[in-house]
């Protein structure tokens, strides 16, 4: 079995910063791609940004300048460095890894997600 555990969130004033951590532990061979989504009141869930075993990475529009995803192949875990938070951005935060445990093929795992306040 594979678990990805995001610790975190929390309540932060407008133009605040936050740093989110997602550690994954199980069976673990190898991780690809790892990534945050973030799903705010009344919207579809959304990809914030990406990261690959190789350390590229990829962001939202919306993220740009602000955001910052880092990784720690060594530790299984993924990093997102939130800075200049506005009220927008408030949400709950999932990390999502692609994940080959051991034995078994690859496949997408999520973590529960962590809350994101950000107040005007």
């Known amino acids: 079995q594979v678990q990805l555990v995001e610790s975190g969130g929390g309540l932060v004033q407008a133009g605040g910063s936050l740093r989110l951590s997602c550690v994954a532990s199980?069976?673990?061979?190898?991780?690809?791609?790892m990534q945050w989504y973030r799903q705010v009141p009344g919207k579809q869930r959304e990809l914030v940004a990406s990261i690959s075993y190789g350390e590229s990475t990829t962001y939202a529009d919306f993220v740009k300048g602000r955001f910052t995803i880092s990784r720690d192949n060594a530790k299984n875990t993924v990093y997102l460095q939130m800075n200049s938070l506005v009220p927008e951005d408030t949400g709950v935060y999932y990390c999502?890894?692609?994940?080959?445990?051991?034995?078994?093929?690859?496949?997408?795992?999520w973590g529960q997600g962590t809350q994101v306040t950000v107040s005007s």
């Open positions: 199980g069976s673990i061979h190898s991780i690809n791609n």
């Open positions: 999502k890894a692609d994940v080959k445990p051991w034995g078994a093929l690859n496949h997408p795992y």
